[in-house]
């Protein structure tokens, strides 16, 4: 039976990380016989889409392929009979996200824009526009797949599951594949001839490692990559461009026993994290400031009109390998490849510590049918009450994004272990609401109370 | 790193499987460097031994290896060093299984010499040679993996685990792959395009089924299995030669949902399968007796010094497909293959309605660090209690038959489902008990005053 | 603050049991400020409630009670404004249960009308009926609490809960009660001295019990109550009419650690009931059949206008006890008592090895906002698996009494140990389902069919 | 059965808090048998015993009492034979807890010595000893039961009962009993009028309240503490001496829905409770420096010979009602008087979200076998969250100061939510560790090596 041609849909199409997810499908032509793309974006991001999207048809054109690429501001004209829909859109554009992290440090708090005070907001914004997609989807292309790239992913995909109803939603993260190389890098081993076990939620992971031989080398990664008597320092160990390059406590994470992931650092040395950031703040370089001096200058790239391929530059913007992974997903969902892939996914007792219906970011096969996570069992006494007080807080946060609740919120804020507890608390928080009022119509009735109030 | 020639030891190897062991690492000689195979066996043996022991010699030869085939009677000389010890011996010969099939029928009882009250004494009389195998194998060669797939395996592989400690245990059986061959044959779908996801225990298991587009063809084979609407008629649907092809209740198993194993008709049609082996009784034509005629017919073949290959005869034995997947499951470990397979192993939560530290027979990637399950979850509440009962009586068997005790024992006759609870149940336990008592040294005690109150 | 006066509402008023449950009230006329008594039953059973209701009113007249004892046909009305809603009410009457006791001996089968295949058709024609109450009660009453003590109580109580949403529904029985008078009277400790712990499902629990020095006395209680060898014998030991004396297994039982209850009889001794309720069968004298008999002529007594207080010749129907435990709950209720009592509640994860949401019957604290269940934890890995085949069980049965799904009910019968698996099982199923159509609206398409096909 | 007099032995007998105890054991002098209590204390507390011993049979006398009062340096002597043996010492006296106060806050960080880097080190201190009293009660007093009140009192509970494997300990604490009061006053509802469900940790519960119409007041108390608006303010509502009554956040509360103990404020509030703890830091006045001084007071009261009766200036040390719950536990197990009490006791399953084998805090029933707990289910997820992440970290606590491993320590103050993360943790912890040198002789060998290289 031949393969019907495939329609992709890319919600945010206009975002710098677009060239990315085109070279990934170049990369797969012979197995993803593709028949449309199309880029979606809003009103906001028509200049950026225009820029992006004709890059886009150029590189397919270079690539030799017939595949037609679309441009459109209509989501709705674009969802209809789609195949795979991805989403990597930011509601606010990265001024909100520069809000995320610059007003909790001017609190003297970490904002991390993944599950900190930012990561919060940006579900806030979030939740209510991928729900809203869910929607278009039901009535438009009832048997896609919804690949979320957007952060964060793993709330958003646990929204999209629990409260949209979109089980054929499957969450992803760049973090883990980053992960990956730095094992076999600092291991001197190839990757192909390494084991990983993921497990925990998105930016909230820890993995274990084994060569071909069956012997774990977890142990001897977190030594090369943590002892500060290691003679031959790793070159790198973050992996990721946004998270600077602090060395954990090696002691602590001998105790823990398995790698953590570089967001870990927010959690397990807090402080000194708390301390770099306050630099850049001070210095106007947060890492939302200095994607946004990137981007343009991506932007500046994208539109000559010879450039047909992915520049060298897009790898410094961070979330590098994130739509590889997108591709890849696609590619393996479609052919039935049961590649290994770390998603966001049903828990349904893979992690034993966690709610049963919890979305968790876990090593899978990717079926045809989805993904089938591999089963972790129980984390140690440590790392299961970290997991499970940031499931906690993810639950909580989902339910205030999609209720408008905001003691919800409140009550989310104060159980973040990123956030410090009390007065501070409400004030950072209710400081964000009037910042991002417009992207938060759930919440809109407190925010006027709020603005009375002032 | 070029890897180290390995040895294999097989215990039990006077077995008349002992060929299609051979076979299978015969067919896999460019993927495992063997060195040697040991063939051990008791004093009883011996002659089956020699007789089958020439013959493997006879295939490695005609193969053109260079493979040492070493026969022996000194268990401890052939595990020295061994990297793969495999076990498919029989406590008692196919006499005691006589005995396991025959005294539950006398009584009108099902035998089953894998779950019933029969499977329960091959645990009984099994149980502790593992743990005395094990005892050798951590003096001996404390890295070797144990592939069990001596029966009742479930209950030998925990025992192996639980008691014995030696988590490098896999236990295995042919029952899932023959249910992979009947679903490619009824659904004319070749196999290497179905994704199968088994859960349960050995011979006690159930399967979903999808396609390489992801649709899941479950109920679609249920129905074409057991609709007796259903004009085409499958050519077998028990897939294993000691099953009878006695057809499931189409509308039970429509409820089910997902795919019986052939062994779940003693449990699904109880009364039906009775009956049948009833008949089977009266003629001497029990599943013993025949396999024991069968078994005498295949050793003339061997004997003959021009056979140098696996007879078609033996596929009739039943088991078949059996020592292929052993071979398999080596290959795999030993070259880190991540093949799919269905074999015993820890729960640790895969299936959630489970103890964590049962071992459950599912789906797993074979890795050089053994077997990664796929997780299964929750079962819906029929199959989820069925699951659950048997555990509770593995359980307690094994426990019987680690410490003699006899109220346990007993217990697990009277909350077996195959085994009607009262007086029925102590008289057919201690007929039993009496009958195999060379075998059960662990209840020497009970046996003695059994003896005297007879 | 004074408490208001209360209404009470009992469907199936015209219950032979009406005069103890009038009795105990009586009894608490201190703590109960009775204003009506609402006596409810259908057109069938209007010569009964007559009857029993006038000896009610006689017996509130004797006692120079003010309480008005009303009798009526119309359900709504009684409904109205009630405080409690007691439902003792037998769908086909007896009759009903003949058959569910007859038609599975005929094949040889125990009947059992509360968790067997009688008890199976129990729940299918009384779970509708309940819905419907309910219905009536979100009206008329949506305050009142729920006090089931029909058959089988604990699946009607999770229906009630589950599918009807009343989460003011306590299900209660004799049994418990009955085995404390037992354990007291086999220790010979006064039952104020001694502390219980129950736990399971409905006519499928266990029990410990402990003395006031905190000495656990379980296995004392066993050893005095099934030891062969126990030179006094116990007057009897399963405390509830309508189970026979044959003794368990006392090796089995001692293996078990915890006191069974009588029903398990039927699980830990099936073949000797049977044997039993065989002779019972052909003798016609099945318990319903006795029931029936003593029945009317209980009513032939109630019918004496000098009648005014509950006739010692009731003890022998069965169910002693029981509407005295519907009193002390309502009394507890509404006085806040904290009683200890056994009662079917929500589990909530009080039993470990059942599922959350699940009705389980077990020791807890009634307070005026329902029972407080005491935790219980784990149980052994045989009793573990008897109760979840059991929940397994019911869960299936409940789901097919309220869908009508023909198919699951033929599966709840499969998988119910007292209901051999197969065409059997098939065959009984059909033929009660004919034999009870009057009842089994739910079915009744599946039911026409089987007519047809005849 | 006329019960023996019991032998009563108060490690730690030199406590300022004694006298409460010994006024606990006379009110109920009526059920309690007492033919002994044996105060008991070390070198260094010799003084202080001896003045508050001789007050105790000061006080015993005056109540016309037979006791035997004794005093001892010698814990063996004490032990042997005791019936019940409580626990109220506090390793390096309160010098100690002034550091595990005063040095986090010298870096800015909350000590809090219970849950805190204060709490673990008491933890580190403590552990070690209480199970040397298990090794000697296993000797002495092998039935007898350990009554512990010594804090962190979760902690030590757990290791007694996990390490130690001495099932018949208890722990108790005087908040829940407090929160009692609070809610009885608050609500103005006699306290016998409430039932209260308690669950959570030690100095980490939550709790809910229903009047005896069964209606859950739970809301409405909330409000009335917490609810800036609320006009009538509560007298004070954190009921502990040693927590000030900042107020929690009435929005996060309400959205809690149950009732934080006062110790949440510490995590609920953090921020707050760390600016008000600072400035106490500056003045001298941390609770413990302010518990030393009224100690000495209380001290110089006790010295007067005149004075046989418990002096009010106790209630200012804090911990009143502490030594009381001590007495109504013993004369509840003694009595088995089924009392209702929130103790430190196994899990056992009664909070769903915590590990089977954790020691949680919880309402339970004291019967004379101990305290059976009252099943309490699933938290909301945040509270889950934070009882998980508690857990976590009280686990690995407990495994640090059993074990004496300082990755493990560090682990644990990494993970505490009141300890920032980084290298502030690590440069706090090796600042305690050589502070407390003298009592962590398990961390010998690290302290040693911190020496060296300071």
Redesign the interface.
Known sequence: MK?KKIKIVTIGGGSSYTPELIEGFIKRKDELPIKEIWLVDIEEGKEKLEIVGAMAQRMVKAAGLDWKVNLTLDRRKALKGADFVSTQFRVGLLDARIKDERIPLSHGIIGQETNGAGGMFKAFRTIPVILDIIDDMRELCPNAWLVNFTNPSGMVTEAAIKYGGWDRTVGLCNVPINCMFIASETLDVPLE?L?F?FAGLNHFHWHRV???????RTEELIGKLYDPAQKKKPKKDSGVANIKDIKF?Y??V???GILPCPYHRY???????LKDELEEFKKGETRAEVVKRTEAELFELYKDPKLDYKPEQLTKRGGTHYSDAACELIAS?F??K?T?MVVSTKN?????DLP?DSIVEVSS?I????P???????FD??????V??????E??TI?AAVTG????A???F??N?LV???????DLLDEMLLAHKKHLPQFAEKIETLEKNK
């Not at 410090?420 to 608390?425: C, D, E, T």
């Open positions: 393969k001839e084991t076990k084994w060569d071909k031989e069956g012997n774990e406590n002691e602590q001998q105790d823990l959690y397990y040395i807090t402080d000194d994290m969902i052919n039935d049961k290994t349904n007792g893979a992690i034993s049963y096969i079926t045809a049918n989805g089938q996570p591999l089963n972790w069992g129980k006494p440590a790392p299961r009450g970290m499970q007080i940031m499931k906690g807080m639950e909580t339910s609740n905001y003691n919800k409140l009550h989310a104060t159980i272990p410090p507890s009390g007065q501070i608390a409400k």
